[in-house]
């Protein structure tokens, strides 16, 4: 079974700041999805990461996906308090009968304070 | 605009009952998920399904049952709903067509209480 480990799980930072979460998965897969929940809110999803070496922005966040190491990455630039939020990344099975489902990491829950 | 409905918002039922949760999309998508986020566990299968009558178990399927009688509709059922079901349940669909990489859309989630 296809494991995903997202860490740090909790992340508080100051504004201005840069961080990194990190998202590990078990085995081959080259889809990665990251969404992002607010508070009693649903997930929206943020990138979608389709092969070794993409990296995609948008804003502050900018995410990048290493197939090989299999390892992405969600890199926040100058955090505002805005992007306070949860973070998961999720990974597509490869092949069988699982084709199509998500493995989702348990989340980082990322606070931004002044 | 992509949307994923779930019936309602925040529901309470006692021990015992049998539960239904709905979940409607209206993108013409072949799959349909269901899950329940736990604080601390983040997300987790409960069932999925590719097609129209068909489903299959996901990760914690013990106590639920589904129903896909219809493309757009995909239903959740406790069968006999216990305290340690209480939970927020999301539904969510995605596409098999073409540009099968597109990410799952989710709907608002039903904060599921049990007495």
């Known amino acids: 079974e296809l494991k995903v480990e997202q860490n740090p799980l909790f992340l508080s930072m100051q504004e201005g700041k840069n961080y990194t979460i990190y998202c590990n998965y078990s085995?081959?897969?080259?889809?990665l999805y990251w969404y992002r929940q607010d508070p009693g809110k649903s997930l929206e999803s943020l990138f979608v990461l389709l092969s070794n070496g993409a990296v995609k922005q948008e804003g502050r966040l900018m995410a990048s996906l290493d197939t090989k190491a299999r390892l992405s990455t969600l890199h926040i630039t100058a955090a505002v308090h805005d992007l306070s939020a949860t973070y998961f990344c999720?990974?597509?099975?490869?092949?069988?009968?699982?084709?199509?489902?998500?493995?989702f990491g348990r989340g980082t829950q990322l606070t931004v304070w002044p | 605009d992509v949307k994923v409905t779930q019936s309602s918002r925040y529901l309470v039922k006692r021990t015992g009952e049998k539960v239904f949760l709905e979940c409607v999309q209206d993108?013409?998508?072949?799959?349909m998920f269901w899950y329940r986020q736990d604080p601390g566990l983040g997300l987790r299968l409960i069932y999925f399904?590719?097609?129209?009558?068909?489903?299959e178990k996901g990760d914690i399927p013990e106590g639920y049952s589904v129903s896909r009688e219809k493309k757009e509709r995909f239903s959740l059922i406790l069968e006999s709903a216990s305290t340690n079901q209480t939970s927020m349940y999301l539904c969510?669909?995605?596409?098999?067509?073409?540009?099968?990489?597109?990410?799952?859309?989710f709907g608002d989630g039903t904060r599921l209480s049990i007495l």
């Open positions: 399904s590719y097609d129209v009558k068909m489903k």
């Open positions: 993108m013409d998508h072949e799959n």
């Open positions: 999720a990974v597509k099975a490869d092949r069988g009968s699982t084709l199509g489902r998500l493995y």
């Open positions: 085995t081959t897969s080259d889809r």
């Open positions: 969510a669909s995605s596409s098999r067509k073409g540009l099968s990489n597109q990410p799952q859309h």
